[in-house]
């Protein structure tokens, strides 16, 4: 990616981030921060729904113990100027705990959030894997407004504790 590209990526994200209006219990310069960071540091991906910009945050970073998986991506279109222009925001949260028989119980959260960083949509799944990796169980949870607010200030109070993602 150029530099030239990169300055005129930023710049066109604050404006665009600057100008949402953030929930009054976010810090909007954080949020903004922590988006123009995924921005810069994410890994690029395609899919017929838009590009995603990633970043992720494993602990521990070993798939044989148990871990805790973070996810947060900004997703949108780069227009024909080359311009990237994100629509919204997913961030995913997982919990993987392995048992005796060596199966894998994952608490999963999953967020659409509006790049005002509001929840637009949240579903909260758990998930059972054989060592296999065959899905035996797949079951949305049902949940309240108050636990889905409580669960993303949780989450993204976590991401603002890992600015600068430079690290990625």
């Known amino acids: ?4 590209f990169l ?19 976010i810090d909007a310069q954080k949020w903004n921060e922590l988006l123009n960071q995924v921005q810069l540091n994410g890994l690029s991906s395609s899919y017929p729904n838009g ?30 100027n080359g311009n990237y222009n994100p629509r919204h925001v997913e961030a995913v ?5 392995l048992d005796a028989e060596g199966n894998w119980h994952v608490d999963q959260w999953i967020f659409l959030i509006g790049i005002e960083a ?18 035996t169980k797949l079951e949305t949870i049902a949940t309240t407004s108050e636990e889905e607010n409580a669960k993303w200030s ?15």
Do not use: C
Request: hydrophobic share 40%; net charge negative; aromatic share 10%.
């Open 7 to 25: 300055v005129v990526l930023v710049l066109s994200l604050f404006s665009i981030f600057s100008s949402a209006a953030v929930p009054t219990n």
């Open 154 to 168: 949780d989450l993204l109070e976590a991401w603002f504790r890992r600015m600068p993602l430079s690290y990625l």
């Open 118 to 135: 509001s929840i637009q949509k949240a579903y909260h799944r758990e998930i059972v894997k054989t060592p296999s990796g065959m899905v």
């Open 1 to 4: 990616m150029g530099r030239k």
């Open 93 to 97: 949260s997982e919990t993987w705990t």
């Open 51 to 80: 590009v995603y910009l990633s970043v992720s945050n494993i602990v521990p970073n070993d798939p044989t113990k148990d871990h805790q998986a973070d996810y947060l991506s900004t997703v949108g279109f780069v227009d024909d």
